[in-house]
C-alpha cells in the first residue's frame, strides 16, 4: 500500500481516513500487565487476542484531521501560534527552532468503545478487556504512522518534523487540550471535546510536532528503527523489525 498524500505545511484542515494501522501483540498485551519477555502469556490468552484482534479489525475507522499554523514566537517553554499559548516544559531545547507546528487528532472511531461496553454489560470481561487494549493499541499504532507519514514528507521537501508530543504527557497540562483544538478542530472527523478536556471517542490521541529545517530530529535514530516508511531516502538507521515500538 502506498502513504497517502499528506502535506506537513497545510493551513487547511486536511482530513485522511482508511489509514493502515498495526497492531502489535507485545504492545496490546502490556496494557494488559503483561511484560515482554517475562509474562508468557497461556494459550487461552493468545485465543482471546485472536479474537479481540478480529473484532478490533472489523470496527476499526482509523482517520485523521492535520493543519499547520505558523510560529509566531518561541521560548525556552512555551510556542505561540495561532494566537495559542503552549505551554510545553523545556521544548526550546527539545525542538530546537521551529518555523511552524503541525496540530493533528486521530482516531480509531467510537466502535470499539462501545462494543466493549455491550461485552461489559453482558459480562464478557476477559474479552471486554482485550478489546479496549487492542483499541489502544490501535490508536498508538495510528499515530506512530502519522508521525512517520509527515516525517517522510517534511523530508522530501526539505524541511524535519519531529517527535510528536500530546497534552497530557511530558509535563504539558492537559487543559491546553482546548487550545490545540482551536488550532485543530476535532470535528472534520467526529471528535469532541468536553469541558474536562476529555475526547471522544476515547480511542483518539491529539499530538503536535515541530517543523522547521532547524528542527531537532536527533531521536529520529531510534524512530527510524521501526518507522513504517520501508523504503525512506532519509532513513538514518536500518530497519529492526515490525513493530510499533519506539
Ligand atoms: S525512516 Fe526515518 S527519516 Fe524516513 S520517514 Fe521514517 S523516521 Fe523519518
Redesign the pocket.
Known sequence: MSAPALSVRSSIPAVLANLPVRIDRDEVLRYQGYKKGVDVPTADVLTLFDEALALGEELMAPRLVYRSVPVEAQSADLIEAAGQYLHIPDIGRLWGGLAAVGAGICTVGDAIEARVGRLFAERELPLAVMLDSVGSAAVESLAEYI???L??AA?GEGIR?TNRISPGYAGWDTAEQAALFRICPGSPIGVTLNDACFMAPAKTISFLVGIGPEAR?DH?FT??RR???PH??????P?AAATVHR
Request: glycine share 0%.
Open positions: 508521525n512517520d507519514l516525517c517522510q523530508l518534523v530530529v529520529y524512530q527510524c518507522c513504517w516508511m525512506c531516502a532519509y532513513r538514518r538507521t530497519l
